[in-house]
């Protein structure tokens, strides 16, 4: 392959930075380094210099916060998407929008390649090559991971120290971790034994349920059409709504999940997750529903969950189907607008209320007082018609002897 220019997806930690300096050894290319702003938390300007340092031509920050939490996050919100069960999709929404923002630096720059730092044995190899396939189906793709003989950490440590690179991994804190304002993953090292429990110290968000203040507090969740606007009853733009959920989420230890996950590629993978504010976004959107939706409504939207988190989780964000449930979900959000009042104590946050003006819920019918609306005997000839076809049934059994 001739290489001349690769934009490399670059974080400034370990493996990345010895990708970049591999790169320009193997190929003798012109590196590019892009680094997406997704509310990580980091230094970008140290990792401006450091990826300069370790010899990028460029380095493009790319400050996605507002698209990420507007265009990703709420639309997969929208959908209640969680993975196998307790998965809130945290790493798994942000790499499309990372990939993307490559692919456009790609073409702006002219670069023959892009390369990124997954290895051969995760999901985020396919997620980034499955966009930038999609968006640039010609495109030259790079993943080191797959073809050169550093296939250890301990040789890439080894590597980067004769480089000069500095190594952020240390044996207090022995495992990966990816970050961004949605939530935190940590994987692999100490984690890898699914029967250890996670060490306390290794949480960098949320407290712990035990040191979680002794007094519940109250929330309320303002949705428009499936989509937060407001936190008790202050309107808030996007980010800094979500901001504010994970404050107040984490200060009640509210988000935790530790969980071994079947991975695209076949694998079985423990990963633990923080996702404060998501975890109460979720369980809001999720209560607000249940007055808003329509019955056969919501169970055709239920039957997407499963499929519509899938799709996410393995990579397929820019495909046909993902865009066609995108429209079925969102047709669905059309009259979920109102409030919810959520209680936060010690990891809990539970519904303690829901209100909207486009509420179904009638309390002259579903009472159990004397009410209008509902006649009691009409209940009869409902079940008798439905418990026709049992009857035909057991009326058509043949007597056993």
């Known amino acids: 392959m001739s290489v001349k220019k690769v934009v490399l997806a670059y974080s400034g930690g370990l493996d990345t930075s010895v990708i970049l300096r591999w ?71 942000a790499r499309p929008l990372i990939a993307k923002g490559q692919i456009e630096v790609a073409i702006k720059e002219k670069a023959d390649a892009v390369a990124h730092g997954a290895t051969g044995k995760g999901n985020d ?90 007094r519940a507090e109250y929330v309320e969740i303002q949705f428009s059409r499936g989509d937060p606007v407001a936190v008790n009853g202050k309107r808030l733009a996007p980010v800094t709504l979500l901001s504010q959920l994970n404050a107040l989420g984490a200060k009640h230890g509210v988000g935790r999940v530790d969980l071994v996950e079947n991975r695209y590629v076949g694998m079985k993978s423990r990963g633990v997750y923080e996702t404060p504010g998501g975890t109460l976004l979720h369980a809001a959107h999720r209560a607000l529903e249940s007055i808003t939706m329509d019955r056969e409504v919501m169970r055709l939207r239920d039957s997407l969950i499963p499929k519509y988190a899938e799709v996410v989780y393995y990579g397929y964000w820019f495909s046909p189907e993902r865009e066609i449930m995108q429209k079925i979900v969102d047709a669905s959000q059309e009259n979920v607008s109102g409030r919810v009042r959520l209680k936060l104590y010690k990891g809990s946050a539970v519904v303690v209320g829901r209100k909207s003006n486009r509420s179904l819920y009638d309390p002259k019918v579903a009472t159990f007082e ?31 002897r």
């Open 370 to 400: 004397e009410g209008k609306g509902y006649h009691q005997a009409d209940a009869d000839g409902f079940i008798r018609l439905n418990a026709l076809r049992l009857r035909l049934r057991r009326l058509k059994q043949p007597t056993k």
């Open 23 to 93: 790169l320009i050894e193997q190929y003798g290319c012109e590196v590019i380094a892009y680094c997406a702003d997704l509310g990580q938390g980091e230094n970008l300007e140290q990792i401006r210099r450091k990826a300069l340092k370790t010899g990028a031509s460029k380095v493009v920050i790319d400050d996605l916060r507002e698209k990420f939490v507007r265009q990703y996050v709420f639309p997969m919100l929208r959908a209640n998407a969680v993975y196998e069960g307790s998965y809130l999709l945290g790493t798994s929404i």
């Open 125 to 214: 190899q396919v997620r980034f090559e499955l966009t930038y396939y999609a968006l640039k189906p010609d495109v030259e793709v790079i993943a080191p991971w797959r073809i050169w003989n550093l296939n250890s950490r301990s040789s890439l440590v080894a590597y980067a120290r004769r480089e000069g690179i500095p190594v952020p991994v240390t044996r207090a804190r022995p495992y990966s971790t990816d970050r961004n304002m949605f939530h935190i993953s940590y994987e692999g090292g100490i984690l890898e034994d699914p029967w250890r429990e996670p060490p306390l110290d290794m949480f960098l968000w949320t407290r712990p349920a035990e040191r979680a203040p002794s």
